[in-house]
């Protein structure tokens, strides 16, 4: 790489379980997954196809600490199950979709919810809500190897012991073959690729000083700090 003009940006990776780094290409995100979420951010849930947004890669942090962002006052956390893909393509089958899975996660979808409710009002794109420093806090890749493909299972989210979220995959709207091969119609899907799967109800606001612990049955728990 002689001819590169500046340093090198590093690629951000995250931890597997066992051992190892999973480098990060894309970030995909997907929108009000789950129905009772929908509802809560005032959408119908039965009338809309799935979209997504993205972050940067380099949004993803695994430091265990959350630091409280700029030019917002309404910080909201988001507990999801991340889905890591090890190959992909285009037009890629539902049924041959979880193929192309490497490993499950545990992720939360920081959000500057004022800023991004300021853009939707003006139709405007929502990075400046979503796709900001270390606003993509995740835990280690569990290998699908050894946890099987989750489409069921308990996820919760607790601010400082108190349970504010409480859902269960198989309520997800969109499952996750299902995101794959939309997602591959529009994009070309690669290795290094990882989708946040969406939220359950619940979402609220975080302050300095609290600490949140998320958690998917089968993939444990991961605890962030917010400074
Ligand atoms: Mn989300």
């Given at each position: ?119 939707k009002k003006m139709g405007r794109p929502w990075e400046i809500g979503k796709a900001f420093?270390r606003s993509a806090p995740v835990g280690p890749i569990h290998p699908a190897s050894e ?59 975080i302050q300095k000083g609290d600490v949140m612990k998320g958690s998917v049955e089968g ?9």
């Amino acid at each position: 790489m002689e001819d590169l003009v500046i340093a090198e940006p590093k690629r951000p990776t995250i931890p597997v379980v066992g051992g190892g780094e999973f480098p990060v290409r894309r970030v995909y995100c997907i929108g009000r997954n789950y129905a009772d979420h929908a509802i809560e951010m005032g959408h119908d849930p039965d009338k809309e196809p799935p979209f997504f947004f993205q972050k940067n890669p380099e949004n993803i942090d695994t430091s265990g600490e959350f630091p409280y962002p700029p030019k917002t006052q309404d910080v909201h956390y988001e507990m999801e199950m991340v889905v890591a893909l090890k190959s992909g393509g285009r037009d890629i089958a539902i049924e041959d979709a979880l193929d192309h899975v490497f490993g499950y996660g545990l992720g939360l979808d920081m959000t500057r919810r004022d800023l991004q409710g300021e853009m939707k009002k003006m139709g405007r794109p929502w990075e400046i809500g979503k796709a900001f420093e270390r606003s993509a806090p995740v835990g280690p890749i569990h290998p699908a190897s050894e946890t099987g493909h989750l489409d069921s299972g308990r996820l919760t989210l607790q601010v400082n012991g108190e349970t504010r979220q409480d859902g269960d995959l198989n309520q997800m709207i969109w499952k996750v073959p299902e995101m794959i091969n939309y997602l591959s119609q529009y994009y070309d899907i690669a290795a290094g690729d990882i989708i946040m799967s969406g939220t359950p109800a619940g979402v609220g606001a975080i302050q300095k000083g609290d600490v949140m612990k998320g958690s998917v049955e089968g993939l444990g728990d991961f605890t962030v700090a917010v400074i």
